[in-house]
């Protein structure tokens, strides 16, 4: 079954969409260079962290799907260190050995007890 980006139209699409993020975060970056321009620089308000915000996501998934664009959802091989652990049988026996030298609880209580 073929999915849906990996056609030339949606490639285009989202290519163009990116564009489209780069072009809004660059008029958002205007308007807050000419924001901070009038008010001190310690005196930002919430509209202009909030622009801030917007500004900075708007252009990081731009240029991700600009320069990338299907390409975001190709597969990549994990390096074994990050694979998940296969999960312990419900009927396996297993038991956990405490370090006595190393117990929080018994250090805690030493403590209060003094």
């Given at each position: 079954m073929k999915?849906?980006?990996?056609?030339?139209a949606a490639d285009i699409g989202l290519?163009?969409?990116?564009?489209?993020?780069?072009?809004?975060?660059w008029l958002l970056a205007l308007r807050l260079h000419h924001m901070a321009q009038t008010i001190g620089p310690r005196d930002?308000?919430?509209?202009?962290?909030?622009?801030?915000?917007?500004?900075?996501?708007?252009?990081s998934a731009g240029s991700a799907l600009l320069f990338v664009g299907a390409g975001l959802w190709e597969s990549v091989e994990?390096?074994?260190?990050?694979?998940?652990?296969?999960?312990?049988?419900?009927?396996a026996?297993?038991?956990?050995?405490?370090?006595?030298?190393?117990?929080?609880?018994?250090?805690?209580h030493s403590r209060s007890a003094a």
């Open positions: 999915k849906w980006h990996e056609n030339r290519r163009a969409g990116g564009a489209a993020l780069l072009g809004i975060g930002a308000n919430s509209l202009m962290i909030l622009l801030s915000a917007v500004t900075f996501l708007s252009a994990v390096s074994a260190r990050w694979k998940r652990v296969p999960t312990l049988a419900s009927n026996s297993f038991s956990v050995e405490r370090d006595p030298g190393n117990d929080v609880e018994q250090a805690m």
